[in-house]
Structure formats: C-alpha cells, structure tokens
Nanobody, 124 residues
Framework: QVQLVESGGGLVQAGGSLRLSCAAY????????VGWFRQAPGKEREFVAL???????DYADSVKGRFTVSRDNAKNTVYLQMDSLKPEDSAVYYC??????????????????WGQGTQVSVSS
C-alpha cells in the first residue's frame, strides 16, 4: 500500500523557518510529481508548491521567494523549506503524489496519493 508520511511541522514565531519532509513508501518519487498543499480552518485546500517528475518547480504567489521545494531521490523524500514564515502560513500541510505525473498541476484532484498532514502554526 502506497503511503506518504509528512513530518517537520510545529510552532514557530513569525520570521522563523521550518522544513517539512514527505517520505514515500511503496512509491518511487523519481517517477512522480509531488505537490504541497495546505488547509487552514474554514478554508479550502490550497496549492503551495510542487516539483514535477522532470524536476520543474512551481510556487503559489503567496510563498514565492520564501518557500523552496526540493527532492532527494536517494532518500525518496521531498522537502518544503519554509523561511520568513508569517501567521497566515498557519495551516495543516499535506504532500501529494501523482505517479507518472508530468504536468505542473496545481489542482488537488490531479494527485493520486496524499499524506495525513502536518500542522504548522506561526505566532505573531
């Protein structure tokens, strides 16, 4: 059974940094596109960043210049480095994977598999 496991969330002050990890089991990230999404209470799930199978990257305007997505194929893990965090970045963060995905898709419906989420809270 394919499983994605996020880690690295927590409570941080505004201006601080966190690095989220997404580890995959029974799925090879090298052949997948991987996206990061977030959902705050009462809001819809929104796109944050993605890295495609080919290594292309895309970011939401709200995080561009502050967040960096990367992948370590040897560890079968995708990371989201989050710097200069703001209170409005507080949300549950999810990673998602599309096996064989070649598109730069910001749509949650494009992805086959999802992790359980990790909470990020940024205090002002």
């Amino acid at each position: 059974q394919v499983q994605l496991v996020e880690s690295g969330g927590g409570l941080v002050q505004a201006g601080g940094s966190l690095r989220l990890s997404c580890a995959a089991y029974r799925l090879t990230f090298i052949s997948s596109s991987v996206g990061w999404f977030r959902q705050a209470p009462g809001k819809e799930r929104e796109f944050v960043a993605l890295v495609s199978r080919s290594g292309s990257k895309d970011y939401a305007d709200s995080v561009k210049g502050r967040f960096t997505v990367s992948r370590d194929n040897a560890k079968n893990t995708v990371y989201l480095q989050m710097d200069s965090l703001k209170p409005e970045d507080s949300a549950v963060y999810y990673c998602a994977a599309k096996i064989g995905g070649a598109l730069l898709s910001r749509s949650p419906g494009y992805y086959n598999y999802w992790g359980q989420g990790t909470q990020v809270s940024v205090s002002s």
